[in-house]
């Protein structure tokens, strides 16, 4: 081999600044930043598509005999899997919380499809394990797509047979009730858990208890006598719509208890449901996951739920406001199983996990206000109530004054009347005593009498008269007073109505910020509890976030932004833009460093196709080009094969990180019987989490445990309570190797990977300087050309460095996810003990099971330790053969990169001397049609216009706040009435909506 030191020629070493705006955004904020590296991302994706349907010759129909060479098919491999890396790039949030919590109406919500997901379901809504991603299917007539993977034959089977068992011993035990309290119990749990199978079950299967005694069914006669049931297991069906409601219609089946229209309940024979749709939040790799409840008992369902619990990156916990905080709260948040198990697979560090109140529009504003001191002492809900109070005062005063105005109306009319008829009584005498005046002058008989009365008469009418005016005026008066009560009397109740709305608002303001303190008080304490004694454990921060929302509200706002639901009067009210922000808060940095990858991936692909197109270069060097890359060959076997010797003693050294040492010691201490006796005792409690909670179980619940294995049991108390006794000996038992397996793979691993990933990068300097030095001594030529793409080389070995790096991330957050073979181990172990206690039985035994229990778990406690920590070894020790097959493929990979890379360069400097002229020229039409596409992408890349301002992000927090919504018939859109605070300024309001998620900026 010749060995030459670097840069003895000069050459242009560093590529050219191409002035792309991802490369120049590292001063703008996250948003932003990541915001240019999606349209990049984005372009490139278009770009290589198109290109390589034109080295395909799909878009021509022909290559005219031109055949692409094989470094130009390996670019569109890579092409191919940078587009696949891409699409199966996602961040998975999980989103927990009981039936009834409200996750399906969050979920519709997020993805602002207001009838998407059923609501209000029953079992089904959280047995169900389903994930709604990005669909990245074009063809508008599968907008909406669905996966949906039901479960198979034998674990059905498994079911069936339960059922039949329990039947069988629930007919033995007869329905003689005088028996010892012990068979009481018994007979309560077989009959519990027949009705919960039944029930279930016999949607599809015609099932009773007789029947299955009489005719002795078994789980198969039972499965093959509906074939429509049957034939679903094991299966997997795919269904398409065009458009949401439609598409809605069609899964519900698979999500809730509505038959198919072949009369078949397939809920409960779903597996998995996998959802594509095209809604925002999901765009850009994010998945939501709907988890089903810790009480199903369906060993596959709970498999695929453990798999996504395994592969969070963020997690939603779910709790309705009504029942948000008790006296657990902060254990119905995440159990300390789930956090323990979540710190494993590095997956509680950061904002990684929230509590979503719901349902927060579900409050009675008068109750809540007479049960809560908070409420009672604050100053604005106060103002408010005197308001409301000022209000009443007025309405009833004006009432009350309307009632002696309109009387008084009632008097002047009746006065007004009679004034009226007096009136019209004098004018009748004067026509009279005009007709007589008239009679006696034709008499020539004296008047002067008559002309007296006359005049009396006259100054009657004239009083009469000035009376009636008077009345009028008072009339008048009064009927304007009367309009000006009634008036207001009538906006009475629009103010009453607002303030009410007011009201609202700030009872629910006042609720969220207590459940809120609560919440992250309650888990802050249980944190720290879990933690003690293990400060390689604690989560950063250790902080809560919480977000009050209502998804129906923000729905609402969906359908018709005018007509809002109570006082939630625009979507930042209902907190769901809150919440989005915070997704987006969360995920930006996972987002940016995929996006640096595939861009830095394709900025390669990008220089590739570019020289492949160059012409200019073209036959200008003589050089034989099979002698150069038989020379090259001997040196790319001999490097690759260096780099597989230090690839295989760096995955050497990390078995050896392991801390099996460290479980031995534990076993060997005494603290692991301690350990197990405790946690033991603590499950004849009625709150086994809550250490100063004494209360006991009741007799048949113990029984009914015991008779499921020990969990997971969910009673039928309201609220019902979840029990799962080997998950939580399991909690114990990892919280004493957590501090060692974080170390092993969060501190030693990266220390023990820096050394190794030092000598690849020496071993690919070698490599380059050892070509380097093959093409000095056989064609000098083109070394300038060499020199040119020596730096996309050097840099390419640190992009292919970073994919080693997630490579061992991925080994990492798997490796936490072989907790669920320790909690398996500690099942089975735990399984034998359970059916021992089963078979005491008389008076008092629930206390003589449960010191049975107590002193077995004791005494197996180190071995069960043992059996479970070696479980959790071999499954990870199948993961890391997986691992090692990947990272193997590495240095062929690398060797490959650079090997196109060359032979992309020799091929543009040999000459086309001796070659077919018709696939010469068919290459060059080929080539001017690829440099277009590539010229195209580039100036995307370049153009400055899609650089955003800088921006600065404003908290989407609810606002303490009520804000009036006012419908302007001249806008398209919805103004909002800004309130003005105590000290004048003006409270934040939410103007015309905006896309879910968007935030604010300022310049």
């Known amino acids: 081999m010749i060995k030459l030191e670097r840069k003895i020629d000069p050459g242009p070493k560093a590529a050219p600044d191409l002035g792309f705006s991802f490369t120049n955004c590292g001063h703008m904020d996250a948003h932003a930043r990541v915001a240019i590296k999606q349209q990049a991302a984005d372009n490139a994706l278009l770009y290589t598509e198109k290109i390589c349907k034109a080295l395909k010759g799909e878009d021509s129909g022909a290559t005219n005999g031109y055949v692409i060479s094989k470094e130009m098919q390996q670019w569109i491999t890579e092409a191919e899997e940078q587009r696949h890396d891409n699409e199966e790039f996602g961040i998975s949030i999980g989103v927990r919380g009981a039936t009834g919590a409200g996750k399906s109406s969050l979920l519709n919500a997020l993805l602002e499809l207001p009838f998407f997901l059923p609501v209000s379901c029953t079992e089904a809504s959280t047995a169900t394990a389903s994930q709604i991603s990005w669909n990245f299917e074009n063809d508008r007539q599968k907008a909406f797509r669905a996966v949906i993977k039901f479960r198979d034959y034998d674990d059905l089977a498994k079911e069936l047979d339960q059922l039949i068992a329990d039947v069988k011993e629930r007919g033995e035990l007869g329905d003689n009730w005088d028996e010892p309290e012990d068979d009481d119990d018994i007979r309560a749990v077989l009959d519990e858990k027949i009705e919960d199978a039944i029930q279930k079950l016999g949607t599809n299967w015609d099932l009773e208890q007789q029947t299955i005694i009489d005719q002795k069914l078994t789980a198969a006669n039972i499965i093959e006598s509906n074939k429509e049931a049957s034939n679903l297991l094991g299966t997997t069906l795919e269904l398409s719509a065009p458009e949401a409601e439609l598409f809605s219609e069609m899964i519900r089946p698979y999500l809730d208890s509505t038959p198919t229209p072949e009369a078949v309940t397939v809920w409960p024979l779903v597996q998995e449901v996998n959802l594509y749709v095209k809604s925002e939040i999901l765009k850009h790799g994010v998945r939501l996951v709907d988890l089903p409840g810790a009480s199903d008992s369906v060993a596959a369902r709970s498999k695929v739920a453990e798999k996504y619990s395994a592969n969070l990156d963020l997690t939603l916990i779910v709790l309705p406001a009504p029942r948000a905080i008790d006296e657990k709260t902060g254990l119905t948040l995440m159990s300390e199983y789930q956090e323990l198990t979540a710190r494993m697979g590095g997956n509680l560090t950061g904002p990684s996990f929230c509590a979503v109140v719901s349902q927060i529009d579900n409050l009675d504003s008068d109750v809540y206000i007479r049960g809560s001191a908070d409420a009672r002492n604050d100053n604005v809900l106060g103002g408010v109530l005197k308001d409301m109070d000022s209000l009443k005062d007025e309405c009833d005063s004006n009432a009350a004054q309307l009632k002696k105005e309109k009387e008084k109306k009632e008097k002047i009319d009746e006065d007004l009347k009679a004034a009226q008829t007096k009136l019209n009584d004098t004018r009748e005498e004067l026509r009279e005593l005009d007709n007589n005046l008239n009679s006696k002058k034709k008499k020539k008989k004296s008047s002067e009498d008559l002309e007296l009365k006359r005049a009396e008469l006259e100054g009657g009418r004239y009083q009469i008269l000035k009376e009636i005016r008077r009345l009028y005026r008072d009339v008048e008066m009064l009927d304007t007073l009367i309009k000006a009560l009634e008036d207001r009397q009538k906006q009475i109740p629009m103010e009453l109505e607002m303030l009410e709305k007011k ?151 990390l078995k050896k990180l392991i801390p099996w040492r460290d479980a031995e010691d534990i076993a060997a201490s005494n603290q692991l019987d301690t350990i197990g006796g405790q946690v033991a005792a603590r499950w004849a409690k009625k709150y086994p989490s809550l250490l100063n909670d004494s209360r006991r179980m009741a007799s048949g619940t113990y029984a009914a445990i015991l008779k499921r294995s020990g969990g997971p049991y969910t009673s039928r108390t309201k609220p019902p309570e979840d029990y799962d006794w080997p998950l939580t ?102 399984g034998p003990i359970f059916q021992t206690a089963l078979g005491i039985r008389g008076k008092k035994s629930m206390l003589n099971r449960q010191a049975m229990i107590v002193a077995r778990v004791k005494a197996h406690s180190p071995r069960m330790f043992i059996a479970a920590y070696q479980s959790m070894i071999t499954a990870h020790e199948a993961h890391v053969s997986r691992f090692e097959k990947e990272v193997r493929a590495h240095p062929a990979r690398m060797i490959m990169i650079i090997r196109r890379k060359l032979n992309i360069m020799l091929g543009k400097l040999e000459s086309n001397a001796g070659k077919d002229t018709r696939i010469v020229d068919a290459k060059a039409t080929m080539q001017e049609a690829v440099k277009a596409l590539a010229i195209q992408w580039v100036s995307r890349w370049r153009n400055s216009a899609m650089i955003p301002q800088n921006t600065t992000t404003q908290k989407l927090e609810i606002p303490e706040r009520y804000t009036e919504i006012c419908v302007d018939p001249k806008m398209e859109g919805v103004t909002i009435k800004v309130e003005k605070d105590d000290d004048g300024g003006q409270v934040p309001t939410q103007g015309r909506k905006r896309k879910l998620g968007s935030t604010p900026s300022k310049s």
């Open 729 to 830: 000996l399991s909690s114990q038992f990892l919280g004493l190797v957590l501090p060692q397996w974080l170390k092993a793979f969060n501190d030693d691993m990266p220390k023990s990977m820096g050394p190794h990933f030092f000598e690849i990068n020496e071993i690919w300097n070698q490599l380059l300087d050892e070509v380097e030095g093959h093409f000095r001594n056989t064609a000098p030529g083109i070394l300038p050309s060499f020199h040119e793409n020596r730096s996309a080389l050097e840099e390419r070995e640190g992009q292919l460095h970073e994919r080693l790096e997630r490579l061992f991330a991925i080994k990492c957050r798997n490796s936490g996810a072989d907790h669920v073979y320790f909690t398996q181990s500690i099942r089975s172990s735990l």
């Open 503 to 653: 009201k609202q608002h700030r009872s629910v303001f006042i609720r969220n910020r207590y459940q809120s303190s609560k919440l992250k008080e309650g888990f802050r304490s249980r944190q720290q509890r879990i933690s003690k004694g293990h400060p390689q454990s604690q989560s950063n921060g250790g902080g809560l976030d919480v977000f009050p929302i209502s998804a129906r509200a923000y729905l609402a706002l969906l359908k018709d932004h005018s007509r809002p639901l109570g006082s939630f009067t625009s979507e930042i009210h209902t907190g769901i833009p809150g919440l989005c922000q915070w997704i987006q808060d969360s995920t930006i940095a996972k987002r940016e460093r995929h996006l640096d990858m595939l861009l830095a991936s394709y900025k390669f692909l990008y220089h590739d196709i570019d020289q492949w197109c160059d012409k200019q270069s073209e036959g200008k060097v003589d050089f034989s080009r099979s002698q150069i890359e038989n020379i090259l060959e001997s040196t790319y076997n001999a490097l690759e094969q260096k780099l597989l010797d230090t690839v295989n003693q760096l995955l050497e050294d």
